[in-house]
């Protein structure tokens, strides 16, 4: 699946050398996890839900802990009781511990409590992600934005290119344009929050001195590779 994904990757980029190859094309990537992490709401959202989680999770371990001791009093009290008390009390144990794991399944099942609780707190600022990574696009130009924290395997990938920063700087400005109390501080949230446009020549220019400090460094580690073998020889 992966190979496949990264084939059609390959080839949706190589045509879209050959589209813009005047301009030349330009990528991007995010990293969703490093976002989530920086975000404060989903952050504290999250340790609430933790929170509670922990406090199912002691629920059940108390509920085991009961079933687990009235079955230990059972077997000790077994010579004391008839056949059909012992039988009555072994149904009630056994009724107890299939509510007790019907309660496993609904708090913290594949579709249960937890997982729909974490897709609610999810969804949001995954729109937000969207959001702002749609806007970045479309003021600088970009023609491909990758998710690091995706399925795309990225070998490798220059920090230069990482624009998670940005989006969580989007975010944040777009949460305090959100919060503001009163329209001055809904005016400075929205000033802050424009997107400066792309310098295309700033960037040319730099790439320019990256290829030619590699150019540089590829010239040197020849010539001492030449020294050294003179020295050798």
């Given at each position: ?141 970009y023609d491909?934005?990758?998710?690091k924290s ?33 329209k001055a ?49």
């Amino acid at each position: 699946m992966q190979k496949n994904v990264l084939f059609l990757l390959t080839l949706v980029v190589m045509l879209s050398i050959s589209v813009h190859a005047q301009r030349g094309v330009r990528i991007a990537y995010i990293d969703t996890e490093y976002i989530l992490e920086n975000v404060p709401e989903y952050q504290e959202a999250m340790s609430q839900l933790d929170d509670k989680a922990q406090k199912w999770k002691n629920e059940i371990q108390g509920k085991l802990s009961e079933i687990a001791q009235k079955r230990k009093d059972l077997s000790n009290e077994k010579v004391l009781l008839t056949n059909e008390l012992i039988e009555e009390r072994e149904e009630d144990i056994m009724f107890e511990e299939k509510e007790i794991l019907d309660y496993q399944q609904k708090r913290f099942g594949p579709n249960g409590d937890l997982m729909i609780q974490q897709k609610q707190l999810m969804q949001p600022i995954q729109d937000q992600i969207f959001a702002a990574v749609q806007d970045m696009a479309e003021s600088r130009k970009y023609d491909f934005i990758f998710d690091k924290s995706a399925d795309v395997v990225m070998l490798y990938s220059a920090e230069r290119f990482d624009i998670s920063d940005q989006v969580l700087r989007a975010i944040t400005r777009s949460s305090k344009r959100r919060q503001a109390q009163n329209k001055a501080q809904r005016k400075a949230a929205e000033e802050e929050e424009t997107v400066p446009e792309i310098n295309e020549e700033q960037e040319a220019r730099e790439k320019a001195l990256e290829e030619k400090k590699e150019s540089e460094g590829k010239c040197c580690r020849k010539t001492q590779t030449r020294n050294f073998s003179c020295k050798r020889g």
